[in-house]
Structures are given as structure tokens and as C-alpha cells.
């Protein structure tokens, strides 16, 4: 039965070996690549999607980025503003309760 450092050694001989055979499928891939680019005479633009046709396909122009800013869609005489997603807010919440009605504040 082989030892703990014997078995560590050929681990780590095979990781190496792994390492090795990754790099050469990496390069072998990059060079197929190039090829086909050279080929079909493509850029990196046209890979990127960015060659400024608005397709509609993949790398088309989107909307907004997710997180952005989002206009308000309700506001009240004092300025405050809620854009109608996630939780009211307590000044709206206390202007419901007070007998208004959401339309009211509706911008």
C-alpha cells in the first residue's frame, strides 16, 4: 500500500501534467481560432458584437443597466418621490392611512 507522501507525489505530478495538457489544448484553441477569424477575414469587433449592426441578436444594444436610476412615478407637495417598485416609503404609507389615495401623489 503506497504512503501518504507517495501518494502526494503523484498528485502532484499529475497535476502537472494537467497544467501542461491545458495549456496546449488552450493554445491549440487559440490558434484555431485565429485561423477561422483569418478565414472568414473577422475582427474582434465582430466577435464583441460591437460592429454597430442593432440586429437584435446576441451583443445588441440593451436598455438601461439593471440598478440605475428609475423615475419617480409618485411625489408628494413636499418633494419626496418613490418610484412605485420595492416598499412605500412612511411618508406615502402615512398619507394612505391619512384617506389619500396613491393617485393623488401620482406624477
Do not use: C
Not at 6 to 23: G, H, W, Y
Not at 34 to 48: E, K, P, V
Not at 56 to 73: C, E, F, L, Q
Amino acid at each position: 500500500m503506497p504512503t501518504v507522501a507517495e501518494l502526494l507525489a503523484q498528485k502532484a505530478e499529475l497535476e502537472k501534467q494537467i497544467a501542461e495538457v491545458q495549456r496546449e489544448q488552450r493554445s491549440s484553441a487559440i490558434s484555431q481560432i485565429r485561423q477561422l477569424m483569418s478565414d472568414h477575414g473577422l475582427t474582434l469587433a465582430d466577435l464583441s458584437g460591437r460592429s454597430g449592426t442593432s440586429s437584435g441578436g446576441p451583443g445588441a444594444p440593451r436598455g438601461p443597466r439593471a440598478g440605475g436610476k428609475v423615475a419617480a412615478k409618485y411625489r408628494d407637495d413636499a418633494g419626496n418621490t418613490w418610484s412605485g417598485r420595492g416598499l412605500q416609503p412612511k411618508w406615502l404609507k402615512a398619507a394612505i392611512a391619512s384617506g389619500k389615495q396613491l393617485s393623488d401623489f401620482a406624477v
